[in-house]
Nanobody, 119 residues
Framework: VKLVESGGGLVQPGGSLRLSCAAS????????MNWHRQAPGKERELVAA????????NYADSVKGRFTISRDNAKNTVYLQMNSLKPEDTAVYYC?????????????WGQGTQVTVSS
C-alpha cells in the first residue's frame, strides 16, 4: 500500500496550491479519502474528506470556501485545491485512506508534503 503526496511548497499569502495524492496497492474506489494537516506544535487536524464515490465532501470550518477536495477514481488520485492561502495554513499535509468492512477499520497514510504560506 502506498500513498504519495505531491504539490506542496512555498506560496505567498493569497496564493494557491494544488496537492495530489497518488494511491496504489489497494482498491482506491472503495475507500473514503481525507486530507489532514499538522502545524508545528499543534495536533493533527482533519481538513477535508470525500466519500468513495466522490459525491459527498466535508471541510473544517477553517478552510471552508477556500479549499476543495476531489478525486479521480480512474487515476487513483485525490486532490486538494487550496486557494486564498493564509499563513495559518502552513503545515505538513497528509492524505489518508479509510474503509470500514465487517467491523474492521483499514487506515492508510502518506508521508506528507510541506505547505508554507509566507511573504
Amino acid at each position: 500500500v502506498k500513498l504519495v503526496e505531491s504539490g506542496g511548497g512555498l506560496v505567498q499569502p493569497g496564493g494557491s496550491l494544488r496537492l495530489s495524492c497518488a494511491a496504489s496497492g489497494f482498491t482506491f474506489r472503495d475507500y473514503a479519502m481525507n486530507w489532514h494537516r499538522q502545524a508545528p506544535g499543534k495536533e493533527r487536524e482533519l481538513v477535508a474528506a470525500i466519500d468513495s464515490a466522490g459525491g459527498s465532501t466535508n471541510y473544517a470550518d477553517s478552510v471552508k470556501g477556500r479549499f476543495t477536495i476531489s478525486r479521480d477514481n480512474a487515476k487513483n488520485t485525490v486532490y486538494l485545491q487550496m486557494n486564498s492561502l493564509k499563513p495559518e495554513d502552513t503545515a505538513v499535509y497528509y492524505c489518508n485512506a479509510v474503509r470500514r468492512l465487517f467491523g474492521r477499520k483499514y487506515d492508510y497514510w502518506g508521508q506528507g508534503t510541506q505547505v508554507t504560506v509566507s511573504s
